[in-house]
Every structure is written in structure tokens, then in C-alpha cells.
């Protein structure tokens, strides 16, 4: 076959959506399909509306795992951000995919053709990628098949409310199978009138080999982290949304009333973002010497940095899964989560992690303070969270799942009407108002 995979950002940028995309791609080439990835060159999600943020250093055409990325330029124009929000309220739901404020100008990505046999879009909110998708797959009279990873939060919450608009439900209904990682996305979007029939529920998977057989000591040595420190960490996006700034707040809280000899440790990885760099360029300056950041980790140090660990934390609102808790499991570490979004269907209170609301700092230090004093109840947290991730959870199996109803779908397309399966006729949402 050959594929078009549509995606914001790829390898080497490190992210939930990229780390299923990759795996998925890796796995495409591997037995013998064709794939180009359409992307941009931004490094930093802040770069598609601000210049002085971090692209990726590549050439527009390259090779990755055997797949080609074309990496479309991120243009940057005058109060882009003004006039993507006055866009936003147009009543003409493509431009809306377009143009919304966060979106990014990205000149050419919409006449992406070729003779695809499937196309993929992957993440919203930046849906200016998976609109070019939908373009390049009615182009190609191939099948449409999105990924959108929404990052539901709770009922009422900003961040649900960005993922929940009307153009987005659009280009839902217009797909041929969606890839859901838990049911509360599944029930959401056939609540929109799409039919079950087409989404496929897909929960994440971790690359054992990338994360595991790691040397904690050396990276506490390399990072300067005290040996006798008990250490919590964070690997991600460092964002507000992810919970970065309350992490922080409760560590501080933990340490205020302990001798420095017996203070915990906070190592953040992961790639900054400006409200980030805002709200902990104050605390930096006063010289909270438990805190380190370390900014992207190379590949080669992450084994390192989970083994390193004593509890690994990610209290985030904006996650429709959460992969890096399938990884620390995987190093059998106790994980502490917010109860929000997708996460809970993961992260199961007092079985394989403890989950607090999101926003609650006094929760959350309570929650780190319980796991670093119980060693008894850490252990057997982060043991429950290995064994689930030894039963399956693998990219194979993922993969094998994936594959099989992709061929489904296109062979759908591709017989008679009158011999097609019920439950692959139905390509258009009943919902009235999305023709």
C-alpha cells in the first residue's frame, strides 16, 4: 500500500501523537507499504504562531525508519493570532480547520496528492492537518482515517471545549474509521451521530526496549541529583495543562518543612513552553536547589531517567491517554495522575497509581508524600502497573489491530455497493446539522 500519514510535528520531536505515529509508521514500512509523513517544521507547538520558538534543524524532504517526511515550513504573518481568532467565528467550517488561532500557516499542505491507498490524520487540536488529509484523501478516492486524541479533560473545562467544536465533529463524520485510545472518546464522538461501527478503540502501547534497563545512579550523576534524595520527575511537555506548574507548587509544599539533607528532588524533562518558563523563572532565580530542568531528553537517557526515579508524576488535564505511564510501569515506578480526561481509564486509583483532582496542589503533595513514605505501597503500585503492561501493550499487537481494519475499510471502498458489509456503509454522520 501507500500511506499519507498527516501529523503536526514528528521524530525527533518527542509527544504522545508522535510516539504512536512513529511506532505505527516504523511498523508500516517494516513490511513493505510506502509511507510519506506530511508535517511541519516546528520543534515547539508554541512555534506555529510565534518565530522565536524552536523549529526542527532538517532539510523539507528526508528519510526516516524508510518513510519520507515532508516537513512543511510554518510561515509566520503580522497579529496571526488576531486574525486566526476573528476566522474562527467565520460560519464556513474549512476555514475554521484552518485558521483557528492556534493553527498554523502552512502554504501547500492542502495539495498534498498522490495515488494513496489510505490516508491518516493524526491530532487535534491543530485540525489544518487533518483537513489537508481529508483534501488529499477524496483526491485520491482513498479512505480517511483520524486519530484524533481528545483531550476531553472534564465536562465544562476549557481545554474539552477546544477539542469539542462543531468543525471538528465536521471532519469526524466525514472519515471512514476513527482511532480512539479509550472508551470516553469512543462514547463522546458516537454521541456526535457517528456510527460505533467506525471507531476502532485502540489504547496506547510503550516500546519496551526505549524505556527500560536504564542506570538510575548514572543519571542522578550526571544531573547532580543526591544519591540519598528521594527523587519524583515529570517527562513531557512542561505546560500549566500537564500539570508542570501544580507539580512544582507541591514539591515546594513537601519541602518547606524538611532539613535540606532530606528534601525531595524534582527532575522536569521535556520540552518548555512560554507560560512554563513564566511562571518558573521567579522560583529558578531564588535558588531552589531541588529542582532541575532538563529540557528535551535525548532518546539514550530516558531509561535512565525512569530508573532514576522514586515516583513519577504527570497531574495533566490535557492527555486522552498518557503513554509515559505505560513507560514508567514498565520500570515498575508508582505513577500519580489527575483525574481527568482519558487518564482515568488508565491510571486506576490505589491499584496501579494514585489520581487527584487536577488543580489540587495540597492533594497532589499529599499524594507524593503518601508514595515516598510508604515504600511498601509504592512497590506494589508500580508492580500492578508492570504487570499490566507485560500482559499485551505492545506496538505489535497495536499495530496487528490497526492493519487488520485499515484492509477492512479499503476493501470496503473498493467492492460493489450491494456487496459491502452493513457496517461499513455508513461513511456520513446522521446528524442533521453536519451534511
Known amino acids: 500500500m501507500k500511506i499519507a500519514w498527516f501529523i503536526h510535528r514528528y521524530h525527533p520531536v518527542i509527544g504522545g501523537a508522535e510516539t504512536y505515529s512513529r511506532a505505527m509508521v516504523r511498523r508500516l514500512v517494516a513490511r513493505g507499504h510506502r509511507v510519506e509523513v506530511l508535517t511541519s517544521d516546528a520543534y515547539d507547538l508554541a ?9 526542527v534543524d532538517a532539510t523539507s524532504d528526508s528519510v526516516v525508519d524508510g518513510a519520507v517526511i515532508r516537513r512543511f515550513r510554518v510561515r509566520h504573518l503580522p497579529w ?10 467565520v460560519p464556513h467550517w474549512p476555514t475554521r480547520c484552518r485558521f483557528a ?3 498554523p500557516l502552512l502554504p501547500g499542505i492542502e495539495l ?21 488529509a481529508y483534501r488529499t484523501a477524496r483526491a485520491a478516492g482513498a479512505p480517511l482515517i483520524l486519530t484524533p486524541f481528545l483531550h476531553l479533560a472534564t465536562p465544562g473545562d476549557v481545554v ?3 477539542y469539542t467544536r462543531p468543525h471538528q465533529r465536521r471532519l469526524l463524520a466525514r472519515s471512514q474509521l476513527i482511532v480512539v485510545p479509550t472508551e470516553l472518546e469512543a462514547r463522546m464522538i458516537e454521541g456526535w451521530g457517528v456510527p460505533r ?14 524505556v527500560m534497563g536504564g542506570d538510575g545512579g548514572r543519571f542522578r550523576d550526571r544531573h547532580n541529583i543526591p544519591p540519598d534524595h528521594a527523587l519524583v520527575g515529570q517527562l513531557g511537555a512542561l505546560d500549566p495543562d500537564k500539570g508542570t506548574n501544580d507539580l512544582v507548587r507541591a514539591v515546594a509544599r513537601l519541602n518547606a ?16 513552553t512560554p507560560r512554563f518558563e513564566s511562571f518558573v523563572g521567579g522560583l529558578v532565580a531564588t535558588g531552589a536547589r531541588w529542582l532541575t530542568i532538563l529540557g528535551p531528553l535525548p532518546p539514550r537517557e530516558v531509561p535512565d531517567f525512569y530508573a532514576a526515579l522514586d515516583v513519577f508524576a504527570m497531574p495533566s488535564r490535557t492527555d486522552s491517554f498518557g503513554i509515559v505511564f505505560l513507560e514508567a510501569w514498565a520500570n515498575a515506578k508508582p505513577v500519580v495522575a489527575a483525574a481527568a480526561g482519558g487518564v482515568v481509564e488508565v491510571v ?7 489520581l487527584v483532582p487536577f488543580g489540587d496542589v495540597a492533594r497532589l503533595a499529599e499524594a507524593l508524600d503518601q508514595l515516598l513514605a510508604d515504600r511498601a505501597k509504592a512497590g506494589r503500585l508500580g508492580a500492578a502497573g508492570r504487570d499490566l503492561v507485560t500482559r499485551g501493550y505492545t506496538w505489535d499487537e497495536r499495530f496487528a489491530t490497526l492493519i487488520r481494519r485499515v484492509h477492512e475499510v479499503i476493501d470496503a471502498r473498493t467492492r460493489p455497493t450491494s456487496l459491502r458489509a452493513p457496517h461499513l456503509t455508513e461513511t456520513r454522520s446522521p446528524t442533521p446539522n453536519m451534511p
Open 257 to 272: 518543612g524538611r532539613p535540606e539533607g532530606r528534601r525531595v528532588h524534582l527532575v522536569l524533562a521535556g520540552n518548555p
Open 80 to 89: 496571526q493570532r488576531y486574525v486566526g481568532k476573528f476566522l474562527s467565528y
Open 197 to 210: 461501527s467506525r471507531l476502532l478503540h485502540l489504547p496506547m502501547a510503550v516500546e519496551h526496549s526505549d
Open 160 to 162: 474539552n471545549r477546544a
Open 47 to 55: 512555534y506555529f504562531t510565534d518565530r522565536r520558538r524552536l523549529r
Open 348 to 354: 486506576r486509583h490505589e491499584q496501579n497509581g494514585l
Open 112 to 132: 498534498v496528492r498522490g495515488d494513496y491507498d489510505a490516508v491518516f490524520g493524526v491530532g487535534f487540536p491543530f485540525t489544518i492537518f487533518s483537513y489537508a
Open 101 to 103: 488561532s492556534y493553527m
